[in-house]
């Protein structure tokens, strides 16, 4: 079991930045993919970024692309999006999520692939 905490969102204006971080309980996120969704009410809950540092691997959605950075802190057990010239559209409840260790080495981007979540945090982007 492992435990996900979400900080770092907020308001911030069109062509702002914000880094989000995803804080573990445990000591092993070289062993799990992690990913970043996003979820605007009524909607369903959609692949952000993902990282496998196993695997050594990344992947982002097309909409973020070029933008955001997904990056591993393995000392500080953490898992941090820097959103850079963030957009309206990119207002949401954002969430990490992890998956069982030693799974799979690539990053996972279906909800059902991920086994653990935290509960969130906003980020809202004013136009």
């Known amino acids: 079991q492992v435990q996900l905490e979400e900080s770092g969102g907020g308001l911030v204006q069109t062509g702002g930045t914000l880094k989000l971080s995803c804080k573990t309980s445990d000591r092993s996120l070289n062993t799990r993919a992690v990913g970043w969704f996003r979820q605007n009410p009524g909607k369903e809950r959609q692949f952000v970024a993902g990282i496998n540092w196993r695997g050594g691997v990344l992947d982002y959605a097309d909409s973020v692309r070029g933008r955001f950075t997904i990056s591993v802190d393995i000392s500080r057990n953490t898992v941090d999006l820097q959103m850079n010239n963030l957009k309206p559209e990119d207002t949401a409840d954002y969430y990490c999520?992890?998956?069982?260790?030693?799974?799979?080495?690539?990053?996972?981007?279906?909800?059902?692939?991920?086994?653990?979540w935290g509960q969130g945090t906003q980020v809202t982007v004013s136009s």
């Open positions: 999520a992890a998956n069982n260790p030693k799974t799979r080495p690539d990053v996972p981007m279906i909800v059902g692939d991920y086994n653990y």
